[in-house]
Protein backbone atom coordinates (compact mmCIF):
# COMPACT_ATOMS: atom_id res chain seq x y z
CA UNK A 1 0.00 0.00 0.00
CA UNK A 2 1.03 3.59 -0.81
CA UNK A 3 0.70 5.98 1.59
CA UNK A 4 0.76 9.76 1.38
CA UNK A 5 3.34 11.84 2.60
CA UNK A 6 2.93 14.04 5.45
CA UNK A 7 2.69 17.69 3.82
CA UNK A 8 3.74 19.11 7.53
CA UNK A 9 7.42 18.02 8.56
CA UNK A 10 7.91 17.51 12.44
CA UNK A 11 9.71 20.21 13.76
CA UNK A 12 13.50 19.77 13.91
CA UNK A 13 14.01 21.09 17.15
CA UNK A 14 11.66 18.28 18.88
CA UNK A 15 13.21 15.78 20.74
CA UNK A 16 13.57 12.43 19.45
CA UNK A 17 11.62 9.85 21.85
CA UNK A 18 12.40 6.33 22.27
CA UNK A 19 10.27 3.87 19.70
CA UNK A 20 9.34 1.78 22.64
CA UNK A 21 8.46 4.84 24.98
CA UNK A 22 4.49 5.21 25.88
CA UNK A 23 3.21 8.74 25.39
CA UNK A 24 2.61 10.71 27.92
CA UNK A 25 -0.54 11.86 27.26
CA UNK A 26 -3.29 10.53 25.20
CA UNK A 27 -6.29 12.90 23.93
CA UNK A 28 -9.18 11.86 22.36
CA UNK A 29 -11.39 14.41 20.40
CA UNK A 30 -15.25 13.18 19.70
CA UNK A 31 -17.20 15.12 17.71
CA UNK A 32 -20.31 14.37 18.42
CA UNK A 33 -22.25 13.99 14.85
CA UNK A 34 -19.82 14.44 12.44
CA UNK A 35 -19.78 12.10 9.59
CA UNK A 36 -16.92 11.67 7.36
CA UNK A 37 -18.50 12.50 4.45
CA UNK A 38 -18.01 16.50 5.91
CA UNK A 39 -14.41 16.15 6.52
CA UNK A 40 -14.04 15.24 2.89
CA UNK A 41 -16.62 17.54 1.41
CA UNK A 42 -14.96 20.54 2.98
CA UNK A 43 -11.51 19.69 4.11
CA UNK A 44 -10.10 22.02 1.11
CA UNK A 45 -11.19 24.88 3.35
CA UNK A 46 -9.55 23.83 6.88
CA UNK A 47 -6.67 26.34 8.44
CA UNK A 48 -3.18 25.26 9.33
CA UNK A 49 -2.98 23.63 12.68
CA UNK A 50 -6.37 21.81 13.12
CA UNK A 51 -8.39 19.23 11.68
CA UNK A 52 -5.40 19.57 8.24
CA UNK A 53 -2.43 19.04 10.96
CA UNK A 54 -4.49 15.31 11.97
CA UNK A 55 -4.74 14.64 7.67
CA UNK A 56 -1.22 15.19 7.09
CA UNK A 57 0.76 14.38 10.27
CA UNK A 58 -1.55 11.26 11.66
CA UNK A 59 -3.18 8.36 9.75
CA UNK A 60 -6.50 9.08 8.41
CA UNK A 61 -9.17 6.38 7.57
CA UNK A 62 -12.21 6.95 4.72
CA UNK A 63 -13.45 3.57 5.60
CA UNK A 64 -14.21 4.03 9.55
CA UNK A 65 -17.56 3.35 10.97
CA UNK A 66 -19.32 2.79 14.46
CA UNK A 67 -20.41 -0.97 13.05
CA UNK A 68 -23.61 -1.50 15.29
CA UNK A 69 -27.30 -0.67 14.01
CA UNK A 70 -28.46 2.10 16.22
CA UNK A 71 -25.85 4.67 15.99
CA UNK A 72 -26.90 7.09 18.96
CA UNK A 73 -24.50 9.53 21.17
CA UNK A 74 -24.24 7.31 24.19
CA UNK A 75 -24.22 4.00 22.28
CA UNK A 76 -21.52 5.71 19.86
CA UNK A 77 -19.31 7.19 22.76
CA UNK A 78 -19.54 3.70 24.51
CA UNK A 79 -17.54 2.53 21.73
CA UNK A 80 -14.78 4.45 21.54
CA UNK A 81 -12.96 3.63 24.73
CA UNK A 82 -14.81 0.25 25.47
CA UNK A 83 -13.45 -1.47 21.73
CA UNK A 84 -17.46 -3.05 23.11
CA UNK A 85 -20.69 -3.38 20.81
CA UNK A 86 -24.22 -2.58 22.96
CA UNK A 87 -24.84 -6.16 23.31
CA UNK A 88 -21.98 -5.89 25.64
CA UNK A 89 -21.58 -2.55 27.09
CA UNK A 90 -24.85 -2.16 27.68
CA UNK A 91 -25.77 1.22 26.21
CA UNK A 92 -28.60 0.25 23.62
CA UNK A 93 -29.33 4.09 23.47
CA UNK A 94 -29.81 7.79 24.94
CA UNK A 95 -32.91 6.39 26.97
CA UNK A 96 -34.77 3.71 26.59
CA UNK A 97 -37.98 1.83 28.42
CA UNK A 98 -37.06 -0.76 31.84
CA UNK A 99 -38.68 -3.52 30.82
CA UNK A 100 -39.44 -4.55 34.69
CA UNK A 101 -40.53 -1.07 35.74
CA UNK A 102 -41.60 0.44 31.75
CA UNK A 103 -40.11 3.84 33.49
CA UNK A 104 -37.69 5.66 31.16
CA UNK A 105 -34.24 5.35 31.74
CA UNK A 106 -31.34 7.54 30.92
CA UNK A 107 -27.92 6.00 29.68
CA UNK A 108 -25.96 7.63 32.93
CA UNK A 109 -28.47 7.99 35.32
CA UNK A 110 -28.13 7.45 38.87
CA UNK A 111 -30.16 8.43 41.27
CA UNK A 112 -27.62 7.45 44.27
CA UNK A 113 -25.66 10.55 42.80
CA UNK A 114 -25.97 14.40 42.30
CA UNK A 115 -23.99 17.19 41.10
CA UNK A 116 -22.04 19.31 42.68
CA UNK A 117 -23.16 22.61 43.07
CA UNK A 118 -25.54 22.33 40.51
CA UNK A 119 -29.58 21.36 40.26
CA UNK A 120 -30.19 17.75 39.29
CA UNK A 121 -33.00 16.88 37.37
CA UNK A 122 -34.67 13.65 37.41
CA UNK A 123 -33.36 11.34 34.77
CA UNK A 124 -29.71 13.81 34.57
CA UNK A 125 -26.75 11.98 34.16
CA UNK A 126 -24.33 11.56 37.10
CA UNK A 127 -22.73 8.20 37.07
CA UNK A 128 -21.66 4.96 34.49
CA UNK A 129 -23.85 2.97 36.61
CA UNK A 130 -25.30 1.45 33.10
CA UNK A 131 -21.93 0.92 31.35
CA UNK A 132 -21.18 -2.50 32.18
CA UNK A 133 -17.82 -3.23 30.67
CA UNK A 134 -14.50 -1.00 31.34
CA UNK A 135 -12.54 1.53 29.29
CA UNK A 136 -9.23 1.93 28.55
CA UNK A 137 -8.85 4.42 30.39
CA UNK A 138 -9.52 1.80 33.53
CA UNK A 139 -7.07 -0.26 32.24
CA UNK A 140 -4.43 2.88 32.40
CA UNK A 141 -5.21 3.40 35.92
CA UNK A 142 -5.55 0.20 36.68
CA UNK A 143 -1.89 -0.81 35.23
CA UNK A 144 -0.55 2.16 37.03
CA UNK A 145 -1.77 1.69 40.31
CA UNK A 146 -4.41 4.77 39.97
CA UNK A 147 -1.29 7.24 39.36
CA UNK A 148 -3.09 8.25 35.81
CA UNK A 149 -5.40 10.57 35.94
CA UNK A 150 -8.45 10.21 33.23
CA UNK A 151 -10.14 12.81 33.00
CA UNK A 152 -13.10 14.04 30.25
CA UNK A 153 -14.98 16.83 29.56
CA UNK A 154 -18.06 17.66 27.37
CA UNK A 155 -21.75 19.48 26.30
CA UNK A 156 -23.42 16.73 27.26
CA UNK A 157 -23.05 14.70 30.40
CA UNK A 158 -23.38 11.01 28.43
CA UNK A 159 -20.81 12.24 26.64
CA UNK A 160 -18.35 13.13 29.19
CA UNK A 161 -19.11 9.89 31.53
CA UNK A 162 -18.67 7.07 28.94
CA UNK A 163 -16.08 7.98 28.02
CA UNK A 164 -15.11 8.53 31.70
CA UNK A 165 -15.46 5.00 32.18
CA UNK A 166 -15.58 3.78 36.07
CA UNK A 167 -12.47 4.76 37.83
CA UNK A 168 -12.08 8.36 35.49
CA UNK A 169 -13.49 11.82 36.44
CA UNK A 170 -15.92 13.70 34.07
CA UNK A 171 -17.32 16.97 33.89
CA UNK A 172 -19.91 18.27 31.57
CA UNK A 173 -21.74 21.17 30.77
CA UNK A 174 -24.57 22.60 33.30
CA UNK A 175 -27.58 24.02 30.41
CA UNK A 176 -29.23 25.94 33.40
CA UNK A 177 -26.04 28.22 34.68
CA UNK A 178 -23.09 28.01 31.91
CA UNK A 179 -20.73 26.15 34.14
CA UNK A 180 -18.78 22.50 34.22
CA UNK A 181 -19.49 20.54 36.83
CA UNK A 182 -18.64 16.84 37.67
CA UNK A 183 -20.90 14.81 40.27
CA UNK A 184 -20.81 12.97 43.86
CA UNK A 185 -20.19 9.78 41.71
CA UNK A 186 -16.46 11.41 41.22
CA UNK A 187 -16.06 13.18 44.38
CA UNK A 188 -17.69 14.97 47.27
CA UNK A 189 -16.03 18.43 46.03
CA UNK A 190 -14.84 20.06 42.70
CA UNK A 191 -10.83 20.52 43.11
CA UNK A 192 -9.64 24.07 43.71
CA UNK A 193 -9.08 24.54 40.18
CA UNK A 194 -12.39 23.83 38.89
CA UNK A 195 -13.52 26.83 41.37
CA UNK A 196 -10.81 29.56 39.79
CA UNK A 197 -12.18 28.70 36.55
CA UNK A 198 -15.53 29.76 36.89
CA UNK A 199 -14.61 32.84 38.49
CA UNK A 200 -15.59 35.90 36.86
CA UNK A 201 -17.93 33.72 34.84
CA UNK A 202 -16.36 32.87 31.83
CA UNK A 203 -19.21 31.61 30.57
CA UNK A 204 -21.00 34.91 30.26
CA UNK A 205 -18.50 36.13 28.03
CA UNK A 206 -20.79 35.26 24.50
CA UNK A 207 -23.83 37.80 25.61
CA UNK A 208 -24.64 39.74 22.58
CA UNK A 209 -21.99 37.65 20.68
CA UNK A 210 -23.51 37.11 16.79
CA UNK A 211 -22.41 33.79 15.05
CA UNK A 212 -21.91 34.94 11.41
CA UNK A 213 -20.10 33.40 8.45
CA UNK A 214 -16.39 32.66 8.77
CA UNK A 215 -15.63 32.53 5.41
CA UNK A 216 -16.71 34.78 2.13
CA UNK A 217 -20.04 34.01 1.03
CA UNK A 218 -18.74 32.09 -2.27
CA UNK A 219 -17.44 29.32 -0.01
CA UNK A 220 -20.71 28.32 1.14
CA UNK A 221 -22.45 28.12 -2.57
CA UNK A 222 -22.41 24.29 -2.70
CA UNK A 223 -24.53 24.30 0.60
CA UNK A 224 -28.53 23.70 0.65
CA UNK A 225 -30.37 26.71 0.73
CA UNK A 226 -31.63 27.68 4.36
CA UNK A 227 -34.75 28.30 2.98
CA UNK A 228 -35.44 24.55 1.95
CA UNK A 229 -34.11 23.01 5.15
CA UNK A 230 -34.17 25.42 7.88
CA UNK A 231 -38.18 25.69 8.20
CA UNK A 232 -38.77 28.43 11.13
CA UNK A 233 -35.81 28.16 12.97
CA UNK A 234 -32.91 31.38 12.88
CA UNK A 235 -29.99 30.87 10.44
CA UNK A 236 -27.22 32.67 10.47
CA UNK A 237 -26.41 35.63 11.50
CA UNK A 238 -27.55 34.22 15.46
CA UNK A 239 -27.28 36.66 17.96
CA UNK A 240 -26.82 34.73 21.42
CA UNK A 241 -28.95 36.29 24.11
CA UNK A 242 -32.20 35.91 25.96
CA UNK A 243 -35.80 37.58 26.45
CA UNK A 244 -34.71 39.14 30.04
CA UNK A 245 -31.88 41.16 28.60
CA UNK A 246 -29.66 38.81 31.06
CA UNK A 247 -27.50 35.73 31.01
CA UNK A 248 -29.90 33.17 32.57
CA UNK A 249 -31.08 29.40 31.46
CA UNK A 250 -32.17 30.64 28.05
CA UNK A 251 -28.70 31.88 27.00
CA UNK A 252 -27.12 29.39 28.67
CA UNK A 253 -28.88 26.44 26.66
CA UNK A 254 -29.10 28.23 23.56
CA UNK A 255 -25.47 28.73 23.25
CA UNK A 256 -25.44 24.88 22.61
CA UNK A 257 -26.65 25.30 19.16
CA UNK A 258 -23.66 26.95 17.99
CA UNK A 259 -19.73 26.72 18.37
CA UNK A 260 -19.28 28.73 21.90
CA UNK A 261 -19.65 25.52 24.32
CA UNK A 262 -17.47 23.61 21.98
CA UNK A 263 -14.73 26.68 22.70
CA UNK A 264 -15.83 26.70 25.96
CA UNK A 265 -15.59 22.83 26.16
CA UNK A 266 -11.73 23.23 25.51
CA UNK A 267 -11.07 26.12 27.20
CA UNK A 268 -12.25 23.75 30.58
CA UNK A 269 -9.81 20.91 28.86
CA UNK A 270 -7.01 22.83 28.98
CA UNK A 271 -7.63 24.06 32.68
CA UNK A 272 -7.71 20.26 32.92
CA UNK A 273 -4.79 19.76 32.44
CA UNK A 274 -3.11 22.79 34.44
CA UNK A 275 -4.93 21.59 37.20
CA UNK A 276 -4.45 17.65 37.12
CA UNK A 277 -0.84 18.48 35.41
CA UNK A 278 -2.14 16.05 32.81
CA UNK A 279 0.79 14.95 30.31
CA UNK A 280 3.65 15.81 33.20
CA UNK A 281 2.03 13.26 36.14
CA UNK A 282 4.90 13.45 38.80
CA UNK A 283 4.75 9.73 38.99
CA UNK A 284 5.77 9.27 34.89
CA UNK A 285 3.01 7.70 33.65
CA UNK A 286 0.70 7.94 30.86
CA UNK A 287 -2.76 10.67 31.41
CA UNK A 288 -5.99 10.41 29.32
CA UNK A 289 -8.02 13.48 28.25
CA UNK A 290 -11.09 12.75 26.73
CA UNK A 291 -13.22 15.39 25.09
CA UNK A 292 -16.62 15.40 23.64
CA UNK A 293 -17.25 18.69 21.75
CA UNK A 294 -21.11 18.47 21.40
CA UNK A 295 -22.50 21.16 19.74
CA UNK A 296 -21.90 19.82 15.95
CA UNK A 297 -24.73 17.17 17.09
CA UNK A 298 -27.16 20.35 17.77
CA UNK A 299 -26.36 22.32 14.61
CA UNK A 300 -26.96 19.07 12.63
CA UNK A 301 -29.80 18.22 13.89
CA UNK A 302 -31.39 21.61 13.52
CA UNK A 303 -30.48 22.28 10.03
CA UNK A 304 -28.62 19.14 8.51
CA UNK A 305 -25.32 18.67 6.95
CA UNK A 306 -25.74 19.96 3.81
CA UNK A 307 -26.56 23.58 5.41
CA UNK A 308 -24.18 26.50 5.36
CA UNK A 309 -25.00 26.42 9.72
CA UNK A 310 -23.27 22.87 9.95
CA UNK A 311 -20.54 23.85 7.25
CA UNK A 312 -19.65 26.95 8.97
CA UNK A 313 -19.59 25.32 12.46
CA UNK A 314 -17.16 22.50 11.30
CA UNK A 315 -14.60 25.48 10.06
CA UNK A 316 -14.87 27.46 13.30
CA UNK A 317 -14.43 24.21 15.21
CA UNK A 318 -11.41 23.65 13.15
CA UNK A 319 -10.01 26.40 13.84
CA UNK A 320 -10.47 25.88 17.72
CA UNK A 321 -8.50 22.48 17.39
CA UNK A 322 -5.61 24.54 15.95
CA UNK A 323 -5.30 26.49 18.85
CA UNK A 324 -5.88 23.61 20.92
CA UNK A 325 -3.53 20.95 19.40
CA UNK A 326 -0.35 24.76 19.33
CA UNK A 327 -1.72 24.71 23.11
CA UNK A 328 -0.96 21.02 23.72
CA UNK A 329 2.77 20.83 21.75
CA UNK A 330 3.95 23.69 24.21
CA UNK A 331 2.57 22.46 27.22
CA UNK A 332 3.46 18.19 26.35
CA UNK A 333 5.14 18.24 23.04
CA UNK A 334 2.90 16.50 20.22
CA UNK A 335 6.03 13.70 19.74
CA UNK A 336 5.15 12.91 23.40
CA UNK A 337 0.95 13.11 22.75
CA UNK A 338 -1.07 10.70 20.84
CA UNK A 339 -4.33 12.79 19.40
CA UNK A 340 -6.80 10.58 17.88
CA UNK A 341 -9.91 12.27 16.79
CA UNK A 342 -13.14 10.33 15.83
CA UNK A 343 -17.28 10.93 16.31
CA UNK A 344 -19.92 9.20 17.88
CA UNK A 345 -22.17 8.86 14.55
CA UNK A 346 -23.12 10.70 11.28
CA UNK A 347 -25.92 12.28 10.22
CA UNK A 348 -28.31 11.68 7.00
CA UNK A 349 -29.68 14.57 5.27
CA UNK A 350 -33.21 16.79 6.45
CA UNK A 351 -35.70 14.79 5.06
CA UNK A 352 -37.47 18.08 3.22
CA UNK A 353 -33.54 18.09 1.39
CA UNK A 354 -33.39 14.32 0.52
CA UNK A 355 -36.89 14.71 -1.31
CA UNK A 356 -35.97 17.46 -3.06
CA UNK A 357 -33.61 15.39 -4.31
CA UNK A 358 -36.09 13.00 -5.74
CA UNK A 359 -35.17 10.26 -2.88
CA UNK A 360 -37.79 8.45 -0.81
CA UNK A 361 -37.40 9.90 2.67
CA UNK A 362 -39.74 11.12 5.76
CA UNK A 363 -39.94 10.53 9.47
CA UNK A 364 -41.36 7.65 11.02
CA UNK A 365 -43.90 8.32 14.69
CA UNK A 366 -42.60 5.16 17.11
CA UNK A 367 -45.21 5.77 19.05
CA UNK A 368 -48.03 6.25 16.56
CA UNK A 369 -47.17 2.86 15.04
CA UNK A 370 -47.16 1.37 18.56
CA UNK A 371 -51.02 2.27 18.68
CA UNK A 372 -51.88 0.47 15.15
CA UNK A 373 -49.62 -2.58 15.68
CA UNK A 374 -52.23 -3.01 19.20
CA UNK A 375 -55.46 -2.50 16.51
CA UNK A 376 -53.87 -5.57 14.70
CA UNK A 377 -52.92 -7.52 16.96
CA UNK A 378 -56.41 -6.91 18.73
CA UNK A 379 -58.13 -8.40 15.83
CA UNK A 380 -56.15 -11.03 15.25
CA UNK A 381 -55.81 -12.06 18.98
CA UNK A 382 -58.65 -10.83 21.00
CA UNK A 383 -56.12 -9.27 23.18
CA UNK A 384 -55.72 -5.72 23.98
CA UNK A 385 -51.89 -3.92 24.74
CA UNK A 386 -49.66 -6.48 24.07
CA UNK A 387 -47.36 -4.15 22.62
CA UNK A 388 -46.58 -2.59 25.94
CA UNK A 389 -44.11 0.72 24.73
CA UNK A 390 -41.99 2.21 22.63
CA UNK A 391 -38.69 2.32 23.66
CA UNK A 392 -36.83 3.70 20.26
CA UNK A 393 -36.00 1.75 17.83
CA UNK A 394 -37.62 -0.82 19.51
CA UNK A 395 -40.95 -1.96 20.77
CA UNK A 396 -41.71 -3.82 24.29
CA UNK A 397 -44.05 -6.90 23.95
CA UNK A 398 -46.13 -8.16 27.37
CA UNK A 399 -45.07 -11.45 27.71
CA UNK A 400 -46.83 -11.86 31.09
CA UNK A 401 -50.02 -11.15 29.09
CA UNK A 402 -49.00 -13.38 26.04
CA UNK A 403 -48.40 -16.28 28.83
CA UNK A 404 -50.96 -15.53 30.38
CA UNK A 405 -53.71 -15.48 27.35
CA UNK A 406 -52.10 -19.10 26.28
CA UNK A 407 -50.89 -17.54 23.09
CA UNK A 408 -47.53 -18.39 20.93
CA UNK A 409 -44.95 -15.76 21.21
CA UNK A 410 -43.52 -16.20 17.92
CA UNK A 411 -46.91 -15.97 16.20
CA UNK A 412 -48.01 -12.51 18.32
CA UNK A 413 -43.86 -11.21 17.01
CA UNK A 414 -44.56 -12.72 13.56
CA UNK A 415 -48.12 -11.34 12.85
CA UNK A 416 -46.89 -7.96 14.34
CA UNK A 417 -43.34 -7.78 12.19
CA UNK A 418 -45.78 -9.05 9.04
CA UNK A 419 -48.06 -5.81 9.77
CA UNK A 420 -44.89 -3.35 10.34
CA UNK A 421 -43.51 -4.16 7.05
CA UNK A 422 -46.01 -2.57 5.23
CA UNK A 423 -45.89 0.50 7.28
CA UNK A 424 -44.30 3.84 5.22
CA UNK A 425 -40.75 4.06 6.03
CA UNK A 426 -40.45 0.92 7.27
CA UNK A 427 -37.62 -1.28 5.84
CA UNK A 428 -36.34 -4.38 8.45
CA UNK A 429 -38.05 -5.90 11.92
CA UNK A 430 -36.06 -8.48 13.67
CA UNK A 431 -37.55 -10.23 16.51
CA UNK A 432 -36.88 -11.64 19.79
CA UNK A 433 -36.46 -14.75 18.99
CA UNK A 434 -34.77 -13.88 16.21
CA UNK A 435 -32.36 -12.50 17.71
CA UNK A 436 -31.66 -14.42 20.34
CA UNK A 437 -31.23 -17.56 18.14
CA UNK A 438 -29.21 -15.52 15.98
CA UNK A 439 -31.75 -16.45 12.92
CA UNK A 440 -30.94 -13.14 11.18
CA UNK A 441 -30.08 -12.62 7.37
CA UNK A 442 -26.37 -12.94 6.17
CA UNK A 443 -26.35 -9.17 5.72
CA UNK A 444 -24.29 -6.39 6.86
CA UNK A 445 -27.60 -4.57 8.14
CA UNK A 446 -28.53 -7.70 9.85
CA UNK A 447 -25.24 -8.23 11.37
CA UNK A 448 -25.09 -4.82 12.87
CA UNK A 449 -28.31 -4.97 14.50
CA UNK A 450 -27.65 -8.04 16.22
CA UNK A 451 -24.41 -6.51 17.36
CA UNK A 452 -26.92 -3.11 18.76
CA UNK A 453 -29.51 -5.12 20.62
CA UNK A 454 -28.25 -6.64 24.26
CA UNK A 455 -30.54 -9.50 25.25
CA UNK A 456 -31.20 -8.20 29.36
CA UNK A 457 -31.84 -4.20 27.90
CA UNK A 458 -33.27 -4.27 25.19
CA UNK A 459 -36.77 -4.44 23.34
CA UNK A 460 -38.86 -7.29 21.17
CA UNK A 461 -39.05 -6.19 18.03
CA UNK A 462 -36.37 -4.03 16.54
CA UNK A 463 -37.05 -1.88 13.71
CA UNK A 464 -34.94 -0.53 10.88
CA UNK A 465 -35.89 2.63 8.88
CA UNK A 466 -35.55 2.77 5.53
CA UNK A 467 -32.65 4.64 3.56
CA UNK A 468 -33.24 8.56 4.20
CA UNK A 469 -36.02 7.55 6.76
CA UNK A 470 -35.80 8.62 10.37
CA UNK A 471 -37.77 7.86 13.70
CA UNK A 472 -39.50 11.20 15.12
CA UNK A 473 -42.38 13.26 14.88
CA UNK A 474 -41.30 16.46 14.05
CA UNK A 475 -42.19 18.56 11.39
CA UNK A 476 -38.21 19.85 10.51
CA UNK A 477 -34.86 19.33 10.89
CA UNK A 478 -32.87 15.75 10.54
CA UNK A 479 -32.07 12.33 12.94
CA UNK A 480 -29.34 9.33 13.27
CA UNK A 481 -29.52 6.15 14.81
CA UNK A 482 -30.01 4.27 11.31
CA UNK A 483 -27.68 1.01 10.32
CA UNK A 484 -26.95 2.99 6.83
CA UNK A 485 -23.55 4.78 5.87
CA UNK A 486 -24.18 7.91 6.25
CA UNK A 487 -24.83 6.93 10.02
CA UNK A 488 -21.99 4.69 10.45
CA UNK A 489 -19.43 6.01 8.44
CA UNK A 490 -17.26 8.75 10.63
CA UNK A 491 -14.11 10.40 11.17
CA UNK A 492 -10.89 7.68 12.66
CA UNK A 493 -7.60 10.26 12.81
CA UNK A 494 -5.03 9.49 14.62
CA UNK A 495 -1.66 11.44 15.25
CA UNK A 496 1.71 10.80 17.16
CA UNK A 497 4.71 10.95 14.81
CA UNK A 498 6.79 8.33 17.33
CA UNK A 499 3.88 5.55 17.09
CA UNK A 500 1.67 6.68 13.68
CA UNK A 501 2.62 6.09 10.44
CA UNK A 502 1.06 8.89 8.60
CA UNK A 503 -1.28 8.18 5.51
CA UNK A 504 -4.31 7.98 4.20
CA UNK A 505 -6.13 4.71 4.92
CA UNK A 506 -8.85 2.97 2.63
CA UNK A 507 -8.41 -0.33 4.96
CA UNK A 508 -11.80 -0.86 6.78
CA UNK A 509 -11.86 0.17 10.15
CA UNK A 510 -14.25 0.48 13.26
CA UNK A 511 -14.24 2.85 16.39
CA UNK A 512 -14.15 -0.17 18.43
CA UNK A 513 -10.37 -0.61 16.82
CA UNK A 514 -10.07 2.48 19.23
CA UNK A 515 -9.07 0.32 22.28
CA UNK A 516 -7.37 -2.23 21.39
CA UNK A 517 -4.77 0.13 19.52
CA UNK A 518 -4.32 2.20 22.25
CA UNK A 519 -4.02 -0.82 24.55
CA UNK A 520 -1.25 -1.43 22.28
CA UNK A 521 0.70 1.69 22.35
CA UNK A 522 0.37 1.96 26.01
CA UNK A 523 1.40 -1.24 26.79
CA UNK A 524 -1.33 -2.45 28.44
CA UNK A 525 -4.08 -5.11 29.18
CA UNK A 526 -7.34 -4.68 26.56
CA UNK A 527 -10.19 -4.02 27.59
CA UNK A 528 -11.88 -7.40 28.87
CA UNK A 529 -14.79 -6.77 26.07
CA UNK A 530 -13.30 -5.17 23.21
CA UNK A 531 -14.25 -6.52 19.52
CA UNK A 532 -11.98 -4.69 17.56
CA UNK A 533 -8.53 -5.30 16.32
CA UNK A 534 -5.35 -3.22 16.72
CA UNK A 535 -4.87 -1.09 13.55
CA UNK A 536 -1.14 -2.24 13.00
CA UNK A 537 -1.04 -1.19 9.39
CA UNK A 538 -1.17 2.29 11.16
CA UNK A 539 1.75 1.80 13.46
CA UNK A 540 5.29 2.35 13.33
Not at 160 to 184: C, D, E, H, P, V
Not at 232 to 246: E, L, N, Q
Not at 330 to 347: E, M, R, S
Request: glycine content about 8%.
Amino acid sequence: MVLAPALHAVAADKPAVAKDSKPKLVVVLVVDGLPQEQIARYKHQFGEGGLRRMLDQGAWYSQAHQAHGVTLTAVGHSAVLTGAYPYQHGIIANEWVDKNTLEQMYCTEDKAHTYIGEETKKGAGTSPANLRVATIGDELRYATGNMSKVITVSGKDRGAILLAGKTGTAYMYMNKTGRFASSTYYMQQHPAWVTKYHEGNPQNRFYGQVWKPLLADSAYKMDAPDSLIAGDKKTMPVTYGSASGKEDAEYYEQLMTGPFVDEMTLDFARAAMEGEQLGNNPAGVPDLLGISLSSHDYVNHAFGPESRMSHDHLQRLDRMLAQFFSYLDKKVGLNNTIVLLTADHGFPNVPEFSKNMQRDAGRVDGKALVDEVNQVLLKKFGVEKLVSKWSGPTMLLNYALIEEKNLKAADVENTASAFLLTRPGIAQVFTRTQLEQGALPDTRLAKLMQRAWNRQVSGDLMLVAKPYWYFGSGKSGTSHGSPYVYDTNVPLMIMGAPWIRPGYYSQYAEVVDIAPTLAHILQLRPTAAADGRVLTEALK
